[in-house]
């Protein structure tokens, strides 16, 4: 059976006339045009400094147009913007850059390296040390019709002169059967290949530091006057090996219902209504499998599943008794057993339970998650979770979907992050958006290209699960965004996190068709006050300002922190971007800034 050999978490069972992937899995499919037609408007927010915009009509955008891009930018921050992104992009400076700093502060000290970079890198890419000292730039930005991200940009040490150990990827040991074990966590070295920022665990209190810094800036981002944001990471609430123990044996059970699908795809007419769209107008987009053939499956598999266990299992799989279930039902089985660490559950698969301090530490992380989600419903901030690593990201995903399950009832309030540089991505956004719509729970995300691919690269023999070219990652991106559309405003709010003029330029577009299928259904509301879009604070000016000035939801990522520190932040993002900043982008955006320094001189 060919999905035996499929690769684990790259591949989703999807169905369509067209091929998916380029791999050897047949049945990773996907229906094109599915999406879910019933429209509703989405509840808006309560108690903060918000108010709902007025209704415009989207308008076409010109980003070539760099008097209105630059407009608000003065000479001064025109030529320093240009020579900060022209020496980022020499590779030697970004991979020396620690170097560079260490060495001004051991000669020159810190006093004079603060004098110099305060005034250049850090007021280019950061608003300040505190909360009183961004109230300037965001006021500022708010002139333009931009919000504001806050983002405090103090990080958990990370110690790069460590050589990482020799470690397995999650993919060759993920195993399914009776007496074999899922990976063992303590051997996923997050510092192998990293550029991206990771948290190591510090312990108990920092996390306890990281709520309340985190609690802050939600506190502080509802002061906003446009819908605010604020982003958290997992990994700086809990140790990341616990996320890793999780992620392994959430793979395990992934892996479980992917090898045991039917050959044979259901003709609609064979199937409930549960697993159709809008009264069965629109056809599932997931394979689904008897709910008697998925026992007998299992227990060739599972030589502990008893008749019991499996009842007990029907009971979160199949509610209403329709007799099939699909991979969204089954992601929802292991959000509840295999997450909400139900022991039947883990036994009735055949995976080893979570050691116990690894069962609190996980409960302690979404106790701290529901917190800071309570917070976020009633002051009306949505706040978005950072996407991780492959072998961490199963866990955080779970975790995710069971805080919107709790509170994404009314509107969008816990985000998910998607990075489309990962071969999966478009199957999960799929499965993500059809367990929403069956849930009653809305759809929230961001699209992000990604941040881990050297990583990933290197852990993984055979080119992991990224794309193998930027073009393959661009697509992915553009398919993601087209897909997510169709389902604004109904049960689904997204922000296009991208400085990529052409994944822009295809929002706006698919915002303004959207919007001319609302006007013919009949629906007020503007389906672009639920798309939002994002840019680092002091880069992709030009497209922000545009787009603000479009009447589009746009914002700026704006890290704050003591200087030193922001600094060490500073320049991860830049480390971690350092294929970007050297890219086609950032050379046009430079161009482009040319150009308006050359009209302003007149020349």
């Not at 300037?136 to 983002?151: E, F, M, T």
């Not at 929802?332 to 295999?338: F, K, M």
């Not at 978005?384 to 509170?407: H, K, N």
Request: proline fraction near 4%; charged fraction near 25%; hydrophobic fraction near 35%.
């Amino acid at each position: 059976m060919m999905a035996a050999m499929r690769t684990l978490g790259q591949y989703i069972p999807l169905k369509s006339r067209k091929p998916f992937l380029n791999f050897n899995a047949p049945r990773v499919l996907f229906q094109q045009n599915f999406h879910a037609s019933s429209l509703m408007t989405i509840p808006l927010r309560s108690k903060s400094g918000y108010t709902k915009p007025k209704e415009n009509k989207p308008e076409a955008v010109d980003l070539s147009d760099t008097e209105v891009g630059y407009k608000s930018k003065t000479m001064w921050e025109l030529v320093r913007a240009s020579t900060i992104l022209y020496a980022c992009s020499f590779d030697v400076v970004v991979r020396n850059s620690r170097k560079i700093l260490e060495t001004s502060q051991n000669i020159l000290g810190k006093r004079f390296t603060a004098a110099v970079l305060q005034p250049t890198l850090g007021a280019q890419f950061t608003g300040g040390e505190n909360l009183q000292e961004l109230d300037p730039i965001i006021s500022q930005l708010r002139g333009g019709k931009i919000g504001a991200i806050l983002d405090f940009a103090v990080e958990g040490d990370q110690d790069t002169a460590k050589p990482p150990p020799k470690v397995r990827t999650v993919q060759e040991e993920v195993v399914v059967g009776d007496g074999e074990k899922a990976i063992d966590a303590t051997e996923l070295d997050r510092q192998r290949g990293a550029m991206a920022h990771v948290f190591l665990f510090e312990g108990k209190d920092k996390c306890e530091e990281h709520f309340e810094i985190f609690s802050e800036c939600i506190s502080a981002a509802a002061k906003q006057q446009m819908q605010p944001f604020a982003a958290i990471k997992l990994t700086a609430l809990t140790d990341h090996l616990e996320l890793g123990s999780l992620s392994s044996r959430i793979m395990v059970a992934q892996k479980l219902f992917l090898d045991i699908l039917p050959e044979k795809s259901y003709d609609s007419q064979e199937l409930p209504a549960k697993f159709m769209y809008d009264n069965m107008i629109q056809e599932n987009p997931l394979e689904v499998i008897s709910t008697d053939a998925l026992y007998s499956k299992l227990s060739e598999n599972c030589q502990k599943l008893t008749k019991e266990s499996y009842s007990k299992m029907l009971k979160i799989l199949d509610p209403k008794n329709t007799g099939f279930v699909d991979y969204a039902d089954w992601i929802r089985l292991i959000d509840e057993g295999i997450t909400g660490h139900q022991s039947w559950c883990y036994e009735a698969l055949g995976i080893d339970l979570l050691e116990e301090p690894a069962i609190q530490g996980l409960k302690r992380c979404e106790k701290f998650c529901h917190q800071l989600g309570e917070q976020s419903l009633e002051l009306g901030v949505i706040t978005m979770v950072d996407a991780e690593q492959t072998y961490l990201q199963p866990g955080i995903d779970s975790i995710i979907r069971r805080l919107q399950r709790t509170f994404n009832k009314d509107r969008p309030i816990i985000y998910n992050t998607f990075q489309c540089y990962l071969k999966d991505t478009f199957s999960r956004v799929t499965v993500d958006l059809v367990g929403s719509q069956r849930e009653n729970r809305h759809f929230g995300c961001k699209f992000v290209r990604g941040a881990y691919i050297t990583q990933e690269t290197a852990l993984s023999s055979d080119g992991g699960p990224c794309w193998g070219s930027k073009q393959e990652t661009d697509n992915n991106y553009n398919r993601c965004l087209e897909l997510a559309i169709s389902h604004v405003p109904q049960n689904a709010s997204f922000m296009v996190a991208s400085h990529n003029e052409l994944s822009v330029q295809i929002a706006t577009q698919l915002i303004r068709e959207r919007q001319e299928q609302l006007d013919l259904a009949g629906i007020s509301m503007t389906a672009y006050n639920h798309v939002y879009f994002a840019h680092l604070y002091g880069m992709a000016d030009h497209i922000t300002n545009i787009l603000g000035q479009k009447g589009y939801l746009v914002y700026k990522y704006l890290p704050y922190g003591p200087f030193f520190l922001v600094l060490e932040y500073l320049i991860r993002r830049i480390e971690e971007n350092s294929t970007m900043l050297a890219g086609e982008a950032v050379q046009h955006e430079r161009a482009k800034i040319a150009r308006e320094i050359r009209r302003r001189l007149g020349l």
